[in-house]
């Protein structure tokens, strides 16, 4: 796979973009991520976003090694990695706190790089001044998406028009591009509902720690020196009992906690299943492509690696339509595998807390390397 150096731009080794229009839907972790890497394609690259100025809210972002090596292979190592927190264990625990296994990072990624947390606020920051020479059009969104034979026509919202050799819809799990040019399809319900809470960080360790409880979960780390994340989720059958009705499922002092919280965002956890990733040529990639529940917290893991093997595959391939087709067949498997992974873990939590902790005191340890080792080798 061709590699950024230095300024995050990949290095392509086949066709230019030289004369071709681009545009990016979403400037969200995603969106930056491709853009960032796709600079030295050549292409007249134009962005949309939909919200009316960069995010600077948000919560807590846990990043697995994978995560870390995209961000090395983007140049963006050093901005995001060397001001974030190190975790160094991965801890799970009963409701009231009693450890079912625990996992050294390092063991779990051997040597591949750190994992750490950071505010998710910092990381699309660096990713947004990793994207400062190219234009953004706040609060501008598409209406409409016609792929037409080697183009694609777009109309905005602000009564603009544009034709582009490719679209990339990286806008998220309620991917506007995906319902324009595939129509109603893809997003589902997980069947959960999360709350995501900011925190003091006091004495919290530089640990990823969560409690299961019955069909629920609660998990902490520390995002800086001063805050600490806070993540639960409930059956969403159950979610009208509220945060409080949740974290009173837990030992103390999970209540304590968030009672001294802030909320930072509550809503249900939606997944994205697609056939195809492709129509014409536009493009889906990041969660408008594949959205899973964050148990694995691959998200922005599988952006980046989406970002740099498209830009690999445009770099290379003779047509636009031949990459999108080299693209979607390099990252389905592991995309699938991740999404496969997921949901077993998904059900394993969900089952009778007698059942599951004896499962997870015996085998979680192996369990939970199992569901990452196939992450280890590059995309």
């Known amino acids: 796979m061709s590699r950024p150096r230095g ?3 990949a290095e392509p080794s086949g066709q230019s ?48 090694a994978n995560a870390a090596r995209g961000l090395r292979a983007l140049g963006l190592e050093d901005a995001v990695v060397g001001s974030a927190v190190r975790i160094e264990r991965q801890r799970v625990a009963d409701h009231s706190g009693r450890v079912l296994y625990e996992v050294g990072t390092g063991d779990l990624w051997q040597g591949i790089a750190p994992t750490v947390a950071t505010h998710r606020a910092a990381l699309h920051g660096a990713l947004l001044d990793g994207a400062e020479d190219v234009k953004i059009r706040w609060s501008t969104s ?13 109309t905005f ?25 595939f129509g109603d399809v893809g997003l589902r319900a997980s069947g959960l509902h999360a709350w995501r809470l900011l925190a003091p960080r ?47 499922r837990f030992a103390a002092p999970v209540s304590e906690l968030a009672a001294a919280a802030t909320v930072a965002h509550s809503g249900p956890i939606e997944e994205v299943s697609l056939d195809s990733w492709s129509c014409g040529n536009v493009l889906l990639m990041g969660d408008a492509a594949h959205a899973t529940t964050p148990n694995m917290a691959q998200g922005a893991a599988m952006a980046f690696e989406d970002a740099l093997v498209l830009a ?20 389905r498997p592991r995309i699938e595998r991740v ?33 990452y080792r196939g992450l280890h080798a590059e995309p």
Request: proline content about 5%; glycine content about 14%; overall charge neutral.
């Open 17 to 64: 973009g030289g004369g071709r229009k681009l545009l990016v839907v979403g400037a969200g972790v995603a969106g930056l991520a491709v853009v960032r890497v796709l600079r030295a394609w050549g292409a007249e690259i134009e962005v949309v976003e939909r919200t009316a100025t960069p995010d600077v809210g948000g919560a807590g972002i846990f990043l697995p």
């Open 142 to 154: 598409p209406e409409s998406v016609v792929p037409d034979g080697p183009g694609v026509d777009v």
């Open 202 to 248: 006091g004495d919290l360790e530089p640990v990823w720690s969560v409690r299961l409880g019955r069909g629920a979960s609660f998990l902490t780390f520390p995002i800086s020196p001063d805050l600490a994340y806070y993540y639960c989720d409930v059956s969403a059958d159950d979610a009208d009992a509220g945060l409080a009705g949740l974290v009173a």
């Open 157 to 181: 919202d602000d009564g603009s028009t544009g034709r582009y050799d490719l679209v990339i819809g990286a806008d998220g799990a309620h991917s506007t591009v995906r319902r324009l040019a």
């Open 339 to 371: 999404q496969q992974q997921t949901r077993r873990r998904d059900r394993t939590r969900g089952m009778h807390p007698a059942v599951r902790d004896v499962l997870l005191r015996t085998v979680g340890k192996r369990l939970f390397h199992a569901n």
């Open 312 to 331: 690999d595959t445009l770099g290379s391939a003779a047509s636009i339509p031949a990459a999108l087709r080299q693209y979607e067949q390099r990252r």
């Open 7 to 9: 300024g995050g731009s």
